[in-house]
């Protein structure tokens, strides 16, 4: 009697891997016939005398490298500045042209954008938010941030938080160095910024660094493993299928984004809660703004619109910064040289604090003044983001037939993406030493640092759609690594492990960055 069950079990889970199977089987034949298609008619087009860019392959070759897809797009981009993937329906066009980067995003700018295809790919996860949608609802999104940037209370507010978070991480890792315990520093890095974002854009402490938030924890990890699956519907044919049926991955989507949606809507119906009892927040946090801007905005800001708001700026202000961090130790513990440079910047602009000054001191004590003055650290940080940009790529669709600046032709419906991390990488830009960390690239003769064109380096975008917190993360960055520089000096927990990313929306270290830290004496 008790073996029933678990034969009907094994009998249903063999039934559901034979249908897999065949879903997976159909799926493969449509692919080859949609790619036979697409490649008809691109010989009738190419009769008609229209130019398109060489073809380095099909979707399956994106399939067979997803684990190391920047870097196989890395190796397509040495051979063809820009290149065709055949997809069913359309040609993907990924680019390392900064002629073609300006042009999609400032010259010809109406003609280029997240389109159906990409917002189809990623609302489940970031429904309505700033980083999936065009038209009204982006603009919408982008005019209340930007009042909430400019206000000089919200930049006084976010200095405070960030000093504050980076004394308790500063003390974790203080411990961690006195008793010689590896830590994995990016995902104290997750949770510290996660902490930040939260204070400062939500009203909310979470103090995930500090206590062990169970909620928060889950909250984190079921987001990661979201975005790594939103990515594997790039080139996985068959995930509207899978979905509809609620089979593989699918099926794991659906059961991390209930987990995220869960602990979303408890944060907003709190502060729905709070407004109502508050007539005035003094603050004025940027999730109160959108929800007090419900009466009066054409937009309808209903809850699950608030909740795609939270998670687009969440991945801005957490995530970007945490990975850019997280690269920038990891840079630090290969090159002890540039650490120590570093190291000497930072203490030269804050020789006033005196040696002996705490972290709380010493974090309290640092001005915009000190921070701007320190420019060997933006620049190093700014060195970090072009070999290890947050978003490594960007696709955008073309919404009608153009000529791109190099006088190849893309159709309607084209995907055409650039490539931050393939671009930092090419010597045409760059020069021979594009896949060297070398911080000086970006100091002028008087040591001052010297910005490069957007479109040279779009980690941050570039044209109307140019990230506004740039300045929010530089801050936050500068603060972070000035204080972990003075007081740390940090050596890989494993010389001979290679360190690779993990391929989702962000370029996040794949299982993490564990590290020694040492205290400075």
Not at 106 to 125: A, P, Q, R
Not at 191 to 216: H, P, W, Y
Not at 349 to 368: H, L, P, Q, V
Not at 485 to 510: A, H, N, S
Request: proline share 3%; charged share 25%; aromatic share 12%.
């Amino acid at each position: 009697m008790e073996v029933e069950p678990q034969s009907n079990t094994s009998s249903i889970s063999h039934s559901q891997s034979l249908f897999s199977s065949l879903v997976l089987l159909l799926s493969f034949l449509i692919l080859n016939f949609l790619l036979i298609w697409n490649l008809t008619k691109l010989a009738i087009k190419r009769k008609k005398n229209n130019k398109y860019h060489p073809v380095a392959g099909t979707i399956f070759h994106h399939l067979v490298n997803f684990r190391r897809l920047h870097d196989f797009s890395t190796d397509q981009a040495h051979k063809h500045k820009t290149f065709r993937l055949l997809s069913p329906l359309r040609s993907e066009v990924y680019t390392t042209d900064p002629a073609i980067v300006e042009y999609i995003l400032k010259t010809n700018f109406s003609n280029y954008g997240k389109g159906e295809y990409n917002y189809c790919n990623m609302k489940d996860l970031l429904g309505d938010g700033i980083f999936a949608v065009d038209g009204a609802k982006w603009q919408h999104q982008r005019k209340v941030a930007s009042i909430d940037f400019s206000r000089r209370i919200l930049r006084d507010y976010s200095t405070k938080t960030f000093k504050d978070n980076v004394e308790k991480l500063a003390v974790l890792i203080s411990e961690a160095a006195i008793t010689n315990t590896r830590i994995d520093i990016q995902d104290l890095l997750m949770k510290s910024t996660m902490d930040s974002i939260f204070q400062v854009a939500f009203g909310v402490e979470l103090n995930c660094i500090t206590a062990s938030n169970r909620e928060g924890r889950e909250f984190a990890e079921a987001f990661d493993d979201a975005s790594n699956l939103i990515t594997w519907r790039y080139v996985d044919i068959s995930w509207k299928i899978k979905k509809l049926l609620n089979i593989g991955c699918e099926a794991v989507l659906k059961k991390k984004i209930r987990i995220v949606d869960k602990f979303i809507y408890k944060m907003i119906c709190s502060k729905i809660e709070q407004i109502s009892k508050l007539q005035h927040d003094s603050r004025q946090d940027m999730l109160s703004r959108f929800l007090l801007e419900s009466e009066k905005d054409p937009v309808n800001i209903t809850p699950r619109y608030s909740r795609d708001i939270i998670l687009s700026f969440m991945i801005a202000g957490k995530d970007t910064t945490a990975i850019t961090l997280s690269w920038f130790i990891y840079m630090l513990c290969k090159n002890p040289h540039i650490e120590e440079k570093i190291a000497e910047e930072v203490m030269t602009a804050t020789k006033e604090f005196g040696e002996n000054a705490s972290i709380r001191e010493f974090s309290e004590k640092m001005t915009d003044e000190i921070i701007n003055s320190m420019h060997y650290l933006h620049a190093s940080l700014t060195e970090t983001l072009r070999l290890y940009p947050g978003i490594p790529l960007d696709p955008k669709i073309c919404f009608s037939d153009d000529t791109l600046p190099d006088g190849f032709n893309v159709r309607k419906g084209d995907m055409v993406a650039y490539m931050p991390y393939a671009m930092a990488r090419m010597k045409f830009i760059w020069g021979k030493d594009a896949e060297v960390f070398w911080p000086e690239r970006w100091l002028g003769d008087n040591g001052v640092f010297t910005p490069e064109s957007p479109f040279k380096f779009p980690a941050f975008q570039a044209g109307p759609r140019i990230c506004l917190g740039k300045e929010f993360a530089y801050r936050q960055m500068k603060i972070f690594a000035a204080v972990l520089v003075r007081f740390f000096k940090f050596k890989l927990g494993d010389e001979e492990k290679p360190v690779k990313y993990r391929t989702m929306l962000t370029l996040q270290i794949d299982h993490g960055l564990h590290i020694h830290a040492i205290l400075r004496k």
